[in-house]
Protein backbone atom coordinates (compact mmCIF):
# COMPACT_ATOMS: atom_id res chain seq x y z
CA UNK A 1 0.00 0.00 0.00
CA UNK A 2 1.26 3.63 -1.00
CA UNK A 3 1.90 6.18 1.34
CA UNK A 4 -0.47 8.55 0.05
CA UNK A 5 -3.13 5.53 -0.06
CA UNK A 6 -2.15 5.03 3.55
CA UNK A 7 -2.88 8.88 4.55
CA UNK A 8 -6.50 8.81 2.49
CA UNK A 9 -7.43 6.17 4.32
CA UNK A 10 -6.22 7.33 7.82
CA UNK A 11 -7.96 10.96 6.88
CA UNK A 12 -11.26 9.32 6.07
CA UNK A 13 -11.46 6.83 8.95
CA UNK A 14 -10.86 10.08 11.25
CA UNK A 15 -12.62 10.34 14.36
CA UNK A 16 -14.69 13.06 14.99
CA UNK A 17 -13.16 16.28 17.60
CA UNK A 18 -14.54 14.21 20.69
CA UNK A 19 -12.02 11.94 22.61
CA UNK A 20 -13.28 8.47 24.33
CA UNK A 21 -13.83 9.58 27.52
CA UNK A 22 -16.22 12.34 25.98
CA UNK A 23 -17.61 9.47 23.71
CA UNK A 24 -18.44 7.53 26.93
CA UNK A 25 -20.20 9.87 28.35
CA UNK A 26 -22.65 9.84 25.55
CA UNK A 27 -22.82 5.56 25.26
CA UNK A 28 -26.39 4.40 25.18
CA UNK A 29 -27.99 2.16 28.03
CA UNK A 30 -28.37 -1.37 26.53
CA UNK A 31 -30.07 -2.15 29.35
CA UNK A 32 -33.15 0.11 28.14
CA UNK A 33 -33.43 -1.96 24.81
CA UNK A 34 -33.07 -5.41 26.62
CA UNK A 35 -36.08 -4.41 28.99
CA UNK A 36 -38.19 -2.88 26.50
CA UNK A 37 -41.54 -4.45 25.89
CA UNK A 38 -41.13 -5.55 22.48
CA UNK A 39 -37.64 -7.17 23.73
CA UNK A 40 -39.44 -9.12 26.22
CA UNK A 41 -42.62 -9.53 23.88
CA UNK A 42 -39.69 -11.39 21.12
CA UNK A 43 -38.32 -14.20 24.65
CA UNK A 44 -42.35 -14.90 25.10
CA UNK A 45 -42.65 -15.62 21.58
CA UNK A 46 -39.57 -17.83 21.78
CA UNK A 47 -40.95 -19.77 24.60
CA UNK A 48 -44.13 -20.42 22.81
CA UNK A 49 -42.04 -21.57 19.74
CA UNK A 50 -40.03 -24.08 21.93
CA UNK A 51 -43.36 -25.28 23.27
CA UNK A 52 -45.48 -26.07 20.30
CA UNK A 53 -42.51 -27.18 18.26
CA UNK A 54 -40.94 -29.93 21.18
CA UNK A 55 -44.59 -30.97 22.44
CA UNK A 56 -46.61 -30.29 19.31
CA UNK A 57 -44.79 -31.07 16.21
CA UNK A 58 -41.75 -32.56 17.35
CA UNK A 59 -43.18 -35.26 20.01
CA UNK A 60 -40.56 -34.98 21.93
CA UNK A 61 -40.33 -37.37 25.34
CA UNK A 62 -38.48 -35.46 27.94
CA UNK A 63 -38.03 -38.54 29.85
CA UNK A 64 -36.25 -39.69 27.51
CA UNK A 65 -34.31 -36.48 26.70
CA UNK A 66 -33.77 -35.71 30.28
CA UNK A 67 -31.76 -39.55 31.05
CA UNK A 68 -29.67 -38.55 28.28
CA UNK A 69 -28.95 -35.14 29.77
CA UNK A 70 -28.00 -36.82 32.93
CA UNK A 71 -25.96 -39.74 31.13
CA UNK A 72 -24.08 -37.29 28.97
CA UNK A 73 -20.11 -37.06 29.30
CA UNK A 74 -19.47 -34.04 31.58
CA UNK A 75 -15.20 -33.96 30.33
CA UNK A 76 -16.63 -33.94 26.81
CA UNK A 77 -19.20 -31.27 27.30
CA UNK A 78 -16.57 -29.17 29.46
CA UNK A 79 -14.13 -29.67 26.08
CA UNK A 80 -17.08 -28.63 23.49
CA UNK A 81 -17.47 -25.78 26.05
CA UNK A 82 -13.85 -24.47 25.53
CA UNK A 83 -13.48 -25.32 21.35
CA UNK A 84 -16.05 -22.86 21.09
CA UNK A 85 -14.77 -20.07 23.60
CA UNK A 86 -11.37 -20.44 21.37
CA UNK A 87 -13.25 -18.84 18.51
CA UNK A 88 -13.39 -15.81 20.00
CA UNK A 89 -9.46 -14.80 19.91
CA UNK A 90 -9.92 -16.15 16.07
CA UNK A 91 -12.69 -14.04 15.54
CA UNK A 92 -11.02 -10.88 16.82
CA UNK A 93 -7.66 -11.29 15.68
CA UNK A 94 -9.62 -11.24 11.78
CA UNK A 95 -12.09 -8.37 13.39
CA UNK A 96 -8.23 -6.69 14.00
CA UNK A 97 -6.72 -7.32 10.63
CA UNK A 98 -10.16 -5.51 8.78
CA UNK A 99 -9.62 -2.73 10.97
CA UNK A 100 -6.22 -2.42 9.76
CA UNK A 101 -6.90 -2.98 6.09
CA UNK A 102 -8.88 0.22 6.44
CA UNK A 103 -6.48 2.18 8.06
CA UNK A 104 -6.64 1.70 12.55
CA UNK A 105 -3.51 0.78 13.69
CA UNK A 106 -1.38 0.87 16.01
CA UNK A 107 1.32 1.50 13.81
CA UNK A 108 -0.97 4.59 12.09
CA UNK A 109 -0.27 6.18 15.84
CA UNK A 110 -3.60 5.32 17.00
CA UNK A 111 -4.60 3.66 20.35
CA UNK A 112 -6.29 0.57 19.62
CA UNK A 113 -7.62 -2.12 21.87
CA UNK A 114 -5.27 -5.47 22.17
CA UNK A 115 -6.83 -8.23 20.14
CA UNK A 116 -7.91 -9.73 24.13
CA UNK A 117 -9.96 -5.91 24.29
CA UNK A 118 -11.35 -6.76 20.58
CA UNK A 119 -12.57 -9.99 21.99
CA UNK A 120 -14.25 -8.43 25.07
CA UNK A 121 -15.73 -5.95 22.40
CA UNK A 122 -16.95 -8.88 20.52
CA UNK A 123 -18.52 -10.96 23.11
CA UNK A 124 -20.03 -8.18 24.40
CA UNK A 125 -21.37 -7.08 20.98
CA UNK A 126 -22.88 -11.49 20.70
CA UNK A 127 -24.24 -11.09 24.50
CA UNK A 128 -26.56 -7.92 22.99
CA UNK A 129 -27.39 -10.00 19.78
CA UNK A 130 -28.39 -12.79 22.09
CA UNK A 131 -31.20 -10.20 23.82
CA UNK A 132 -32.29 -8.20 21.51
CA UNK A 133 -34.14 -8.60 18.33
CA UNK A 134 -32.40 -7.95 14.75
CA UNK A 135 -28.70 -7.87 15.53
CA UNK A 136 -28.30 -4.68 17.71
CA UNK A 137 -25.00 -6.25 18.93
CA UNK A 138 -23.17 -5.50 15.41
CA UNK A 139 -24.29 -1.38 16.11
CA UNK A 140 -23.18 -1.89 19.77
CA UNK A 141 -19.74 -3.04 18.78
CA UNK A 142 -19.03 0.06 16.87
CA UNK A 143 -20.28 1.89 19.95
CA UNK A 144 -17.71 0.48 22.03
CA UNK A 145 -14.79 0.42 19.74
CA UNK A 146 -15.94 4.42 19.51
CA UNK A 147 -16.08 4.89 23.18
CA UNK A 148 -12.95 2.92 23.63
CA UNK A 149 -10.75 4.15 20.73
CA UNK A 150 -12.75 7.16 19.47
CA UNK A 151 -12.79 4.98 16.03
CA UNK A 152 -15.42 6.05 13.63
CA UNK A 153 -18.56 4.31 14.45
CA UNK A 154 -19.34 4.39 10.18
CA UNK A 155 -16.13 3.12 9.39
CA UNK A 156 -16.18 -0.03 12.22
CA UNK A 157 -19.76 -0.63 11.20
CA UNK A 158 -18.53 -1.14 7.25
CA UNK A 159 -15.31 -3.41 8.93
CA UNK A 160 -18.53 -5.23 10.74
CA UNK A 161 -20.59 -5.58 7.12
CA UNK A 162 -17.51 -6.90 5.38
CA UNK A 163 -17.35 -9.27 8.51
CA UNK A 164 -20.53 -10.70 7.70
CA UNK A 165 -20.00 -10.82 4.29
CA UNK A 166 -16.81 -12.84 4.47
CA UNK A 167 -18.49 -15.15 6.91
CA UNK A 168 -21.53 -15.88 4.47
CA UNK A 169 -19.43 -16.27 1.95
CA UNK A 170 -16.93 -18.83 4.05
CA UNK A 171 -20.34 -20.32 4.96
CA UNK A 172 -22.11 -20.95 2.10
CA UNK A 173 -19.30 -22.84 0.50
CA UNK A 174 -18.32 -24.89 3.67
CA UNK A 175 -21.75 -25.61 4.10
CA UNK A 176 -22.20 -26.48 0.18
CA UNK A 177 -19.59 -28.93 0.87
CA UNK A 178 -20.60 -30.51 4.11
CA UNK A 179 -23.80 -31.43 2.22
CA UNK A 180 -22.37 -33.23 -0.64
CA UNK A 181 -20.58 -35.17 1.86
CA UNK A 182 -23.00 -36.09 4.39
CA UNK A 183 -25.55 -36.34 1.71
CA UNK A 184 -23.89 -37.17 -1.44
CA UNK A 185 -26.55 -37.31 -4.23
CA UNK A 186 -30.34 -37.65 -2.05
CA UNK A 187 -30.38 -34.03 -0.17
CA UNK A 188 -33.55 -33.26 1.82
CA UNK A 189 -34.83 -30.98 0.11
CA UNK A 190 -35.08 -28.47 3.40
CA UNK A 191 -31.20 -28.98 2.86
CA UNK A 192 -31.55 -27.94 -0.81
CA UNK A 193 -33.61 -24.83 -0.03
CA UNK A 194 -31.14 -23.99 2.83
CA UNK A 195 -28.10 -24.24 0.29
CA UNK A 196 -29.88 -21.86 -2.26
CA UNK A 197 -30.51 -19.24 0.25
CA UNK A 198 -27.12 -19.30 1.40
CA UNK A 199 -26.13 -18.97 -2.24
CA UNK A 200 -28.23 -16.35 -3.25
CA UNK A 201 -27.78 -14.43 -0.47
CA UNK A 202 -23.97 -14.50 -0.97
CA UNK A 203 -24.66 -13.50 -4.70
CA UNK A 204 -26.58 -10.46 -2.93
CA UNK A 205 -23.61 -9.38 -0.61
CA UNK A 206 -20.88 -9.60 -3.31
CA UNK A 207 -23.19 -7.35 -5.54
CA UNK A 208 -24.03 -5.07 -3.04
CA UNK A 209 -20.45 -4.60 -2.23
CA UNK A 210 -19.16 -4.17 -6.04
CA UNK A 211 -22.47 -1.29 -6.19
CA UNK A 212 -20.84 0.54 -3.39
CA UNK A 213 -18.37 2.54 -4.65
CA UNK A 214 -20.01 2.21 -8.26
CA UNK A 215 -23.03 3.67 -7.67
CA UNK A 216 -22.53 5.81 -5.05
CA UNK A 217 -23.97 9.07 -7.16
CA UNK A 218 -26.95 7.01 -7.11
CA UNK A 219 -27.05 6.44 -2.91
CA UNK A 220 -25.73 9.99 -2.44
CA UNK A 221 -29.03 11.32 -4.16
CA UNK A 222 -31.01 9.65 -1.96
CA UNK A 223 -29.70 10.36 1.02
CA UNK A 224 -30.18 13.28 3.09
CA UNK A 225 -26.88 16.05 2.19
CA UNK A 226 -26.42 15.40 5.88
CA UNK A 227 -25.42 11.41 5.72
CA UNK A 228 -23.10 11.96 2.49
CA UNK A 229 -20.03 12.12 4.63
CA UNK A 230 -21.43 8.76 7.17
CA UNK A 231 -22.15 7.18 3.98
CA UNK A 232 -18.62 7.46 2.64
CA UNK A 233 -16.86 6.43 5.62
CA UNK A 234 -19.48 3.19 5.57
CA UNK A 235 -18.43 2.52 2.32
CA UNK A 236 -14.96 2.90 3.14
CA UNK A 237 -15.19 0.58 5.78
CA UNK A 238 -16.92 -2.05 3.56
CA UNK A 239 -14.66 -1.79 0.78
CA UNK A 240 -11.61 -0.87 2.35
CA UNK A 241 -11.94 -3.87 4.71
CA UNK A 242 -10.83 -6.20 1.15
CA UNK A 243 -8.00 -4.06 0.53
CA UNK A 244 -5.00 -6.51 2.25
CA UNK A 245 -4.56 -10.35 3.16
CA UNK A 246 -7.41 -12.20 2.09
CA UNK A 247 -6.05 -15.16 2.52
CA UNK A 248 -5.40 -14.53 6.07
CA UNK A 249 -9.03 -13.25 6.74
CA UNK A 250 -10.59 -16.34 4.75
CA UNK A 251 -7.97 -18.53 7.01
CA UNK A 252 -9.39 -16.64 10.02
CA UNK A 253 -13.33 -17.61 8.84
CA UNK A 254 -12.77 -20.94 7.86
CA UNK A 255 -10.74 -21.71 11.43
CA UNK A 256 -13.91 -19.85 12.93
CA UNK A 257 -16.65 -22.17 11.46
CA UNK A 258 -14.85 -25.16 11.74
CA UNK A 259 -14.11 -24.50 15.77
CA UNK A 260 -18.50 -24.12 15.94
CA UNK A 261 -18.66 -27.70 13.90
CA UNK A 262 -16.22 -29.22 16.35
CA UNK A 263 -17.75 -28.12 19.50
CA UNK A 264 -21.17 -29.32 18.09
CA UNK A 265 -20.04 -32.74 17.57
CA UNK A 266 -18.14 -32.72 21.17
CA UNK A 267 -21.15 -31.89 21.94
CA UNK A 268 -23.02 -34.77 20.54
CA UNK A 269 -20.69 -37.07 21.28
CA UNK A 270 -20.89 -36.24 24.69
CA UNK A 271 -24.86 -37.58 24.93
CA UNK A 272 -23.62 -40.33 22.74
CA UNK A 273 -25.04 -39.44 19.17
CA UNK A 274 -23.29 -40.84 16.30
CA UNK A 275 -22.77 -37.68 14.04
CA UNK A 276 -20.14 -37.59 11.32
CA UNK A 277 -17.74 -34.03 11.59
CA UNK A 278 -18.65 -33.15 8.65
CA UNK A 279 -22.53 -33.62 9.39
CA UNK A 280 -21.84 -31.66 12.86
CA UNK A 281 -20.29 -29.08 10.73
CA UNK A 282 -23.16 -28.68 8.27
CA UNK A 283 -25.73 -28.82 11.68
CA UNK A 284 -23.82 -26.15 13.15
CA UNK A 285 -23.30 -23.41 9.92
CA UNK A 286 -27.02 -24.31 8.97
CA UNK A 287 -27.95 -23.10 12.87
CA UNK A 288 -25.73 -19.98 12.50
CA UNK A 289 -28.12 -18.80 9.77
CA UNK A 290 -31.38 -19.59 11.99
CA UNK A 291 -29.92 -17.18 14.77
CA UNK A 292 -30.20 -14.31 11.78
CA UNK A 293 -34.11 -14.75 12.44
CA UNK A 294 -35.23 -11.16 13.58
CA UNK A 295 -38.75 -12.55 14.66
CA UNK A 296 -36.56 -13.39 18.40
CA UNK A 297 -33.07 -12.95 19.66
CA UNK A 298 -30.75 -14.69 17.95
CA UNK A 299 -33.40 -17.11 16.62
CA UNK A 300 -34.18 -18.51 19.75
CA UNK A 301 -36.95 -21.25 19.15
CA UNK A 302 -36.53 -21.48 15.37
CA UNK A 303 -32.86 -22.36 15.64
CA UNK A 304 -33.17 -25.22 18.47
CA UNK A 305 -35.96 -26.76 16.45
CA UNK A 306 -34.08 -26.69 13.12
CA UNK A 307 -31.23 -27.97 14.94
CA UNK A 308 -33.57 -31.02 16.08
CA UNK A 309 -34.79 -31.29 12.75
CA UNK A 310 -31.37 -31.40 10.99
CA UNK A 311 -29.86 -33.70 13.47
CA UNK A 312 -33.02 -35.83 12.75
CA UNK A 313 -31.56 -36.00 9.18
CA UNK A 314 -28.49 -37.43 10.50
CA UNK A 315 -29.92 -40.43 12.02
CA UNK A 316 -30.60 -39.08 15.56
CA UNK A 317 -33.41 -39.83 17.33
CA UNK A 318 -35.70 -37.23 18.85
CA UNK A 319 -35.02 -37.50 22.44
CA UNK A 320 -31.25 -37.86 21.60
CA UNK A 321 -31.21 -34.67 19.31
CA UNK A 322 -32.98 -32.29 21.57
CA UNK A 323 -30.39 -33.38 24.55
CA UNK A 324 -27.58 -32.61 22.00
CA UNK A 325 -29.88 -29.38 20.73
CA UNK A 326 -30.19 -28.24 24.24
CA UNK A 327 -26.33 -28.53 25.57
CA UNK A 328 -25.04 -27.29 22.34
CA UNK A 329 -27.29 -24.07 22.86
CA UNK A 330 -26.29 -23.95 26.72
CA UNK A 331 -22.63 -23.33 25.04
CA UNK A 332 -23.43 -21.16 22.37
CA UNK A 333 -26.28 -18.94 23.54
CA UNK A 334 -27.31 -19.29 27.12
CA UNK A 335 -23.28 -19.23 28.31
CA UNK A 336 -22.91 -15.88 26.20
CA UNK A 337 -26.09 -14.73 28.06
CA UNK A 338 -24.65 -15.24 31.55
CA UNK A 339 -21.13 -14.80 31.23
CA UNK A 340 -21.95 -11.55 28.98
CA UNK A 341 -24.14 -10.14 32.01
CA UNK A 342 -21.42 -10.43 34.18
CA UNK A 343 -19.45 -8.74 32.09
CA UNK A 344 -22.03 -6.06 31.30
CA UNK A 345 -23.26 -5.21 34.87
CA UNK A 346 -19.89 -5.40 36.46
CA UNK A 347 -17.49 -3.70 33.58
CA UNK A 348 -17.13 0.30 32.09
CA UNK A 349 -19.81 -0.95 29.62
CA UNK A 350 -22.06 -0.17 32.80
CA UNK A 351 -20.64 2.57 34.35
CA UNK A 352 -20.13 4.90 31.82
CA UNK A 353 -23.53 4.72 29.89
CA UNK A 354 -25.96 7.56 30.80
CA UNK A 355 -29.41 8.23 29.30
CA UNK A 356 -27.48 11.55 27.70
CA UNK A 357 -30.68 12.15 24.73
CA UNK A 358 -27.26 13.59 22.37
CA UNK A 359 -25.97 10.69 20.25
CA UNK A 360 -22.41 9.78 20.11
CA UNK A 361 -20.84 12.41 18.31
CA UNK A 362 -19.67 12.77 14.88
CA UNK A 363 -22.75 10.07 13.91
CA UNK A 364 -27.03 10.82 13.49
CA UNK A 365 -29.18 10.44 16.27
CA UNK A 366 -30.85 7.88 15.19
CA UNK A 367 -28.28 5.46 16.33
CA UNK A 368 -28.75 6.72 19.34
CA UNK A 369 -32.39 6.92 19.32
CA UNK A 370 -31.93 2.72 18.45
CA UNK A 371 -30.90 1.86 21.65
CA UNK A 372 -32.49 4.14 23.81
CA UNK A 373 -35.59 3.98 22.21
CA UNK A 374 -35.93 7.63 22.72
CA UNK A 375 -34.88 10.87 20.30
Avoid at 157 to 183: H, P, Q, S, Y
Wanted: net charge positive.
Amino acid sequence: MSDKRAQGMIELSKPPDKTPAQVAAGAPPLGRRIFSVRNVASFLLAVTILYLMYREFLGVDWGETWASLRGANAALFALAFAVFYCSFPLRALRWKALLENVGYSGDAGQPMPSTLGLTRIMYLAWFANCVTLARLGDAYRGYLLKREAGVSFAVTLGTILAERLLDLLVLATMMGAGVLVVFGGSLPAEALQALAAGLILSVVGVVGLLSMRRFRWAFERVLPKRLHAHYSRLEHGVVGSFHGRLPLLVALSVAGWVLEGAALYVTASAVGAPVSIAGALVVALAASLLTAVPITPAGLGFTEAGMVVMLGWLGLDVATATAATLLFRVINYWSIVAFGFVLYVSGRERKRSTEESSGVSGEPKSIHKLFTGRS
